[in-house]
């Protein structure tokens, strides 16, 4: 058994005298598919809904409480803060865990952390995440600018990348052969094709401006992929964000 950190908004569980359980039991996703039985055929009728279903991990930590708590339930209570989002909903945000190695969940907290303290120094706590199915790369999540060649997924799985766009007027986005166009376009705009939001900020949506090829977000294909944009712009970048399935 060894010992690893979780890190969430820039601070370390072993800020906390926390280190997690490791190896640990890992939670792995599935296809979201469900059968039909058929009357007179032999197996049935595969429902299959083109998604995964969430994770739900469970962490395991050994901890050592700092000094400057008097006790463990003032550890407690800060522990459980720092685990949860402090967003006014909930919602998914980056849970990176040591050994993943270059990779995190997109998770929030689901069942807040439960404190057994061996003594006075020593406890077992425990805490349960809900996270989407795909980690994410962390080298994928920070803007860069879209190459002139072309894109390589080096990953089995497409991705849903984030485009930004700096400039006015109309734009025609093409991926692999297929066109997205954006009309009217005032200084800059973000194509979210996770979260199929287009907007120039969270408080300026822009979805109205967009004429989608066949109503989809574009997407990065496993291997290479051609992108190219037409207009008047000034920069043109956009998060990759890799991803590889939990199974």
């Known amino acids: 058994m060894s010992l690893g950190k979780l890190i969430f908004h820039n601070k370390s569980s072993t800020d906390f005298g926390a280190w997690i359980n490791y190896p640990m039991v890992q939670a792995t996703t599935k296809r979201n598919v469900s059968l039909s039985p058929v009357v007179g055929v032999n197996g049935s009728y595969i429902n299959d809904n083109l998604n995964y279903t969430d994770v739900t991990q469970q962490i395991s930590f050994f901890v050592e409480r700092p000094l400057r708590y008097r006790d463990w339930f003032t550890w407690g209570m800060d522990f459980g803060d720092w685990l949860t989002s402090k967003n006014k909903f909930v919602e998914y945000e980056p849970f990176y865990f040591e050994p993943f190695n270059g990779w995190h ?8 952390p439960t404190v057994t303290p061996q003594n006075e120094q020593i406890a077992t706590v425990n ?27 080096w990953q089995q799985y497409a991705a ?26 005032d200084e800059e705009l973000y194509v979210d094709c996770e979260r199929c939001l287009i907007y120039k900020s969270l408080n300026e949506n822009r979805n109205s401006h967009a004429l989608l090829y066949n109503h989809e977000f574009p997407k990065l294909d496993p291997g290479k992929n051609l992108i190219s944009l037409k207009g008047n712009y000034t920069k043109f970048e956009y998060q990759p964000r890799w991803r590889r399935a939990l199974v």
């Open 127 to 153: 805490a349960t995440i809900s996270a989407k199915p795909f980690l994410i790369s962390n080298d994928s999540v920070e803007y860069q600018i879209v190459p002139k060649t072309s894109i390589y997924n």
């Open 160 to 185: 849903l990348p984030i485009f930004h766009i700096v400039g006015d007027g109309d734009f025609t986005l093409t991926v692999n052969g297929k066109d997205y166009q954006f009309n009217d376009i």
């Open 105 to 112: 969940w997109e998770a929030f907290l689901s069942d807040g």
